[in-house]
């Protein structure tokens, strides 16, 4: 094979895991959107087959691994190309906890079910949207090697650290409020710490961008946009 030709195979075969991943997150995004509605809803069958879902995620993930190996065996990739792969199966392997956060969710309204509820939380709401945000955004900086969109990700993640505080001290009111709200106040408490570790993965998610698109690390506050 001519350095030219395997050239090209190198470049058809990164765009061919770049899809499979993102195949992926496409499939982690709707399960996070379904857990959320089973959560709105208290719908119980949407949250099963949020369960159900996460399956042919961990699947995906072991996929998308094995087809990196693989490049990696096979051409030996340097500078660019490199980074692609190695931040693709992280990527991945965040995609797969993000997954797991979305089944946490489902089975918290599964352990809701049929309990009276607190009503409507403005803070968790908007937890979700952030955190979903986050996620949608980080993975359009991937598709389009924007280093900017990722920083602007990065810098999100406070917002959602700070409603986390606000969540739990609302809950714990309700808790002080009426012990017979404690069940579903402590699901919730364990919903909000889910958005919040999806919002963390969404900002790694972020932060491996940086590095494939500019070669620089920023992870643990070591540069900040």
């Known amino acids: 094979?001519?350095?030219?030709?395997?050239?090209?195979?190198?470049?058809?075969?990164?765009?061919?895991?770049?899809?499979?991943?993102?195949?992926?997150?496409?499939?982690?995004?709707?399960?996070?959107?379904?857990?959320?509605?089973?959560?709105?809803?208290?719908?119980?069958?949407?949250?099963?087959?949020?369960?159900?879902?996460?399956?042919?995620?961990?699947?995906?993930?072991?996929?998308?691994?094995?087809?990196?190996?693989?490049?990696?065996?096979?051409?030996?990739?340097?500078?660019?190309?490199?980074?692609?792969?190695?931040?693709?199966?992280?990527?991945?392997?965040?995609?797969?906890?993000?997954?797991?956060?979305?089944?946490?969710?489902?089975?918290?309204v599964e352990r809701m079910a049929g309990k009276p509820v607190l009503g409507r939380l403005r803070e968790l709401d908007e937890m979700a949207r952030i955190a979903q945000g986050m996620l949608t955004d980080a993975l359009n900086a991937f598709v389009r090697r924007d280093a900017a969109l990722a920083r602007e990700v990065i810098l999100r993640d406070d917002q959602v650290d700070s409603l986390l505080d606000t969540v739990f001290r609302i809950l714990l009111t309700h808790m002080m409020e009426d012990p017979r709200n404690i069940g579903v106040a402590m699901s919730l408490i364990l919903v909000s710490r889910n958005l919040e570790r999806i919002a963390d993965l969404a900002t790694n998610i972020a932060e491996d961008v940086v590095y494939m698109v500019e070669g620089q690390t920023i992870k643990h506050g070591d540069e900040l946009p």
Do not use: C, F
């Open 1 to 108: 094979m001519s350095p030219t030709s395997g050239a090209r195979h190198l470049t058809d075969e990164l765009a061919a895991l770049s899809s499979s991943l993102m195949d992926m997150a496409a499939l982690v995004e709707e399960l996070l959107h379904t857990a959320m509605e089973a959560l709105r809803e208290q719908a119980v069958e949407k949250a099963q087959s949020v369960i159900l879902g996460d399956r042919e995620v961990d699947a995906m993930e072991l996929e998308v691994d094995d087809a990196s190996i693989n490049l990696l065996a096979r051409h030996q990739p340097v500078a660019r190309d490199l980074r692609l792969i190695t931040t693709t199966m992280r990527i991945s392997n965040d995609l797969e906890r993000i997954g797991d956060h979305a089944v946490n969710l489902a089975e918290a």
